[in-house]
């Protein structure tokens, strides 16, 4: 019977332990008891632009930093700006979806009025009709404008100083022009387009990133140096494209349909710029064009009124793409590198360029011109030139062009001059000389030249004594497999076959050595053949056909295979005179 009674009081304790811990001090704290609600102003901490007094030059006026907001649309008034910011820093607008009105008259939608301003931010909303929409001064800086709609202006649309950020704007249809920035500035994810002026002007160190800018009355993007410009479309603008200063670069770009009102090229860059992965089609002028010193890479310029892609001097242009420019699809000055580049259907020449420049693996077809046309003391190896209307590859004094193919275009193969050389070639069915060189001193070896509509292979030694022939192959050429005008030349270890016309043709002072001839219309003609005190040498020579020619003077003589010693006027070159022709 005791232990129901201690449960109880168990019971009781803890109750009451419970209640103690639960009920709290029963003295309340000394002083007036503070409200517990926020007030209004903690609530919404901005201030309602539209309950802002104005004056005489604004609709509303902030005089104060802080946040801003509208509850409803503004109106514009003749001579007034609609929000004018007299504030010296740190302003924070938020259009809240409305509405700046403007009107005939009407000044700017948004402006300041302090220089040297700092940290101006304006959002969500559009202004129209105003002279300008946001007008920050060039003196501004640190701001940004985002998802602001500002349409038909009768200045710029965005005018702001440095190190502002314009972001997911739409800028259009404004009279002097989409925006003009100062430097460090970028835009992005933005729309500039039909603006009676330029679309987007910024000073140095600017970035435009993934815009649409097109139809404006000017330049698309002007941009000063040490700018970017990325993953944006620049098009139908009366001027260029995007123009960068020097320095900078554009990657993953369209620049097309720009110039048709006013001559304008899709890409013109500075010195020392970088331009990746774009394409320029349909420019009044031309794709691409840089200064000094400059890269484009993986880029395609197509049907533009000049030249395809035109450089300065010293640039590197690497997987390039010209097709069915006006002018020459790859156009530039001397100290240029082109590599795995195609040039097609160019109404000028494929490649045009001065002198010190490289090409290599690369394709020169169908165009207007000449296929690569180069000057001096350049290099060109494991190249294609093919149905060009001009020579396939033309170079200057002191080339080089090997392991090349020229083939079916309407002029010459290979033309080249002075002491240049020409190694392990291929030139088929070209409707004048395979290779022709002029004035020359340099080596032409171990080519091949076939159905060449004249001779093969054309040298004018220029007297010089120093040009060479050597184990070259020139067969069913429409004219002779080999000529040399003038004298002075070396043609050794040749083969020459089922030409028209004459196997080897040379002229007084030439070598002839180790050379063989099938099924020409002669073997050999020569001027002169040992002549007393110097002339031609033959020796070692196999031609089998019609006749061996040999030319003496005016007088030519046919003697079949063999040589007749008395026309000769000396002894053959060996004792044997089965030895040179037989």
């Known amino acids: 019977m005791k232990t129901p009674a201690r449960c109880g009081a168990s019971v009781a304790l803890a109750v009451s332990v419970v209640g103690a811990a639960l009920a709290g001090p029963l003295a309340p704290p000394a002083g007036p008891v503070a409200p517990t609600y926020k007030t209004l102003d903690q609530v919404e901490p901005r201030v309602d632009v539209n309950s802002l007094p104005g004056s005489a030059l604004a609709v509303h006026v902030i005089n104060a930093p802080g946040s801003y907001y509208l509850t409803g649309e503004i109106a514009g008034e003749v001579g007034k700006h609609a929000i004018q910011i007299t504030a010296s820093e740190d302003v924070t607008i938020d259009l809240s979806g409305y509405r700046l009105q403007g009107t005939p008259g009407a000044m700017d939608g948004i402006t300041v009025g302090a220089p040297g301003f700092q940290r101006l931010a304006v959002m969500n909303g559009s202004v129209v009709g105003f002279e300008t929409g946001v007008s920050a001064q060039a003196t501004s800086s640190h701001g940004s404008i985002e998802n602001i709609t500002v349409l038909g202006c009768t200045g710029y649309g965005v005018f702001a100083g440095s190190r502002f950020s314009v972001e997911r704007c739409t800028i259009t249809d404004n009279g002097n022009g989409g925006a003009l920035l100062g430097s460090d500035c970028s835009i992005r994810r933005s729309v500039i387009n039909s603006n009676a002026g330029p679309g987007l002007t910024a000073t140095e160190r600017a970035i435009v990133d993934g815009c649409v800018i097109d139809e404006n009355n000017g330049h698309g993007v002007w941009l000063g140096a040490q700018s970017l410009v990325v993953e944006s479309v620049s098009t139908r603008n009366d001027h260029d494209g995007i123009q960068i200063g020097s320095g900078s670069a554009v990657i993953g770009c369209n620049a097309s349909s720009n110039g048709e009102l006013i001559s304008g090229s899709g890409v013109v860059a500075g010195d020392a710029c970088v331009i990746l992965g774009s394409s320029a089609q349909s420019n009044s002028r031309h794709g691409f064009a840089t200064g000094s010193s400059c890269t484009v890479e993986s880029c395609s310029a197509r049907a533009n009124g000049f030249h395809g892609i035109t450089v300065f001097s010293d640039c590197v242009l690497l997987g390039c793409v010209a097709l069915e420019n006006a002018q020459d699809g790859f156009q530039g000055g001397s100290g240029i590198v082109i590599e795995s580049a195609i040039s097609r259907g160019n109404g000028g020449s494929g490649v045009v360029l001065s002198g010190d420049s490289r090409v290599s693996e690369s394709l020169s077809t169908g165009n207007g011109g000449r296929g690569l046309a180069i000057g001096n003391a350049s290099i060109v190896t494991r190249t294609t030139a093919r149905d060009n209307d001009e020579a396939g590859i033309s170079t200057g004094t002191g080339s080089r062009v090997s392991e090349c193919e020229s083939s079916e275009n309407s002029r010459e193969g290979i033309t080249t001059t002075g002491s240049s050389r020409i190694e392990s ?112 040498l033959v020796t070692g020579c196999y031609f089998q056909g019609i006749f061996a020619d040999y030319v003496f003077g005016d007088a030519t003589d046919d003697h079949g295979p063999l040589i007749d010693l008395s026309v000769v006027g000396g002894p053959l070159p060996t004792s044997d005179r089965f030895a040179n022709f037989q």
């Not at 070598?511 to 099924?519: E, I, L, P, Q």
């Open 425 to 536: 070639c291929t030139c088929e069915d070209n409707q004048r000389n395979g290779i022709e060189a002029t004035a020359f001193t340099g080596r032409i070896t171990d080519c091949i030249v076939t159905r060449s509509a004249t001779d093969g292979i054309n040298v004018d030694a220029h007297n010089s004594g120093f040009a060479q022939i050597l184990r070259c192959s020139s067969s069913d050429n429409g004219r002779s497999g080999i000529v040399v005008r003038d004298s002075g030349a070396l043609v050794q270890e040749c083969t020459t076959s089922s030409n028209i016309s004459i196997g080897v043709d040379v002229q007084v002072g030439c070598h002839v050595v180790a050379c063989r001839g099938f099924n020409n219309g002669r073997g050999v003609r020569t001027s002169q053949i040992a002549a007393p005190g110097g002339g031609n």
